[in-house]
């Protein structure tokens, strides 16, 4: 019988005195990540100054990969290489200046015993701080202790205080007087029961959710387990992205035909072009209107109250961006949609509710809102995904975005307004900037935001939260 053999130790290269670890998660796009580098790098020169200052000197846990032109960790596979082969005990910074996808990092978290402190900047150019905000929900949903800071000077006194405080004690808080714990609010009774009977009515008439290929875009705090969301009277659907294509394939150019002359009456305008790798051509448009009508169509198959579409992977290979197909799903005034045999409008007057990226926790919030009377059942508009509402653009306008990157000045784009007064149709353009199949909605007017790459979130606000 052979002998079992013990696997080899790894050599983990110990760190010195005053070094801080920094690890920084990216994109799983290859596209996405190049385009980011430089601004991760300007904001990793400012965090190296700002721990310099403090007395300590930060140490990269990866190199810059030169064959790939960045050096973000751009895999879960490559993040469990990086991770064991670092000091398990170190001091540790996870630095995002740009959308990530957690999982890359999450598995290595999850085994380190050192402090852990996610840091962002308070930028408008790529949203690092939704990236840091979606790691720091992907740990808490699995029991991972660790601090957090941001700023959008990492000069600023506030900031260097707390980050001095992290890498003497290896931990920093932050002031919560403001949030008041739910036990110490009475709610008023007839609110009270009125929630109550909701909540009987969910769980008598329960409530599908429809998930197009659940967690692919390495969201973990976007994933509501099943066990946790079954007692709410509501189940999921998982269906999958290429069902999805291959129902568009299905749809009938004189449908997409229809549909986009329903968007045109209406007032929507089309910026096109003819290239169909940076501008926005009619060619999309008419594929995502195919989209938009299949989605329907599915989630009247399968019974679906809410669907979810993650366009990021998988159906960023096949078809055009999903975001004016969302912004549709997610109006009762849009485009009519019948059964494929034709003897049915789908959805009657009322939004097909979507949640963006599948974040199954705006899943859940749409649908409870919508059968709040008079909240969903008689709002012409659904906006399902997180708002952040972030500092005044150059015009003076409120700057909002969603958490999913897509953002607008004074408005939301394409899952839905801020403001109920107003519509997505309303003096509104569809336009891109460099990539065109990512095209999204902005009001006529607006400044323009810079270029766009295929598949790459570019905030338009000045500041989010």
Not at 236 to 241: A, F, G, N, P, V
């Amino acid at each position: 019988m052979p002998a079992y053999r013990k696997p080899p130790k790894t050599k983990l290269r110990k760190t010195k005195p005053k070094q801080v670890l920094m690890v920084a998660s990216g994109d799983l796009r290859l596209s996405a990540n190049q385009e980011c580098w430089p601004a991760q790098q300007a904001m990793e020169k400012e965090l190296a100054e700002a721990v310099k200052a403090c007395g300590y000197r930060i140490v990269r846990a990866h190199p810059y990969k030169r064959s790939e032109g960045h050096g973000f960790i751009g895999s879960q596979a490559e993040g469990m290489r990086v991770f064991s082969r670092i000091d398990p005990d170190a001091k540790l910074i996870v630095a995002e200046a740009v959308w990530q996808y957690s999982h890359h990092v999450l598995a290595g978290l999850t085994t380190h015993r050192g402090p852990i402190c996610t840091i962002a900047n308070w930028s408008g150019q790529w949203p690092g701080l939704v990236g840091m905000l979606n790691l720091n929900g992907s740990l808490t949903k699995a029991g991972v202790r660790y601090s957090t800071l941001w700023s959008e000077d990492f000069s600023a006194d506030d900031f260097r205080k707390k980050l001095a405080r992290w890498l003497k004690t290896g931990r920093v808080t932050h002031r919560l007087d403001h949030v008041t714990p739910l036990t110490n609010v009475k709610v008023p009774a007839k609110a009270r029961r009125l929630g109550e009977a909701l909540a009987h009515e969910l769980q008598r008439d329960k409530a599908i959710m429809g998930i197009f290929d659940e967690g692919c875009m390495g969201m973990f705090n976007a994933i509501i387990p099943d066990h946790l969301l079954h007692p709410t009277g509501v189940f999921k659907e998982r269906l999958s992205q290429s069902a999805l294509y291959y129902a568009t394939m299905q749809v009938s150019g004189g449908e997409a035909r229809a549909a986009f002359r329903w968007l045109r009456r209406q007032g929507m305008r089309f910026n096109f072009g003819w290239d169909e790798a940076t501008e926005l051509t009619k060619k999309q448009v008419l594929t995502q209107c195919k989209m938009y009508i299949a989605a329907t169509r599915l989630a009247d198959e399968f019974g679906c109250e809410c669907i979810g579409i993650q366009y990021q992977q998988g159906l960023k290979d096949l078809l055009p961006a999903s975001d004016l197909v969302e912004g549709l799903l997610n109006d009762s005034v849009r485009p009519p949609v019948r059964s494929a045999d034709g003897k049915r409008t789908l959805f009657r007057g009322r939004p097909v509710l979507h949640f963006n990226e599948v974040d199954e926790c705006a899943g859940l919030d749409a649908i409870m809102t919508f059968r709040v009377p008079p909240l969903g059942r008689l709002g012409p508009l659904r906006d399902d995904q997180r708002i952040r509402l972030g500092a005044r653009d150059l015009g003076g306008h409120p700057a909002f975005s969603s958490a999913g990157g897509l953002q607008g000045r004074g408005e939301r784009t394409s899952a839905g307004d801020v403001l109920p007064s107003r519509r997505w149709n309303h003096q509104r353009r569809l336009e891109t900037g460099r990539g065109g199949l990512e095209p999204h909605l902005r009001r006529v007017g607006s400044a323009e935001d810079g270029p766009r790459t295929r598949g790459i979130d570019r905030a338009a606000s000045r500041g989010v939260a």
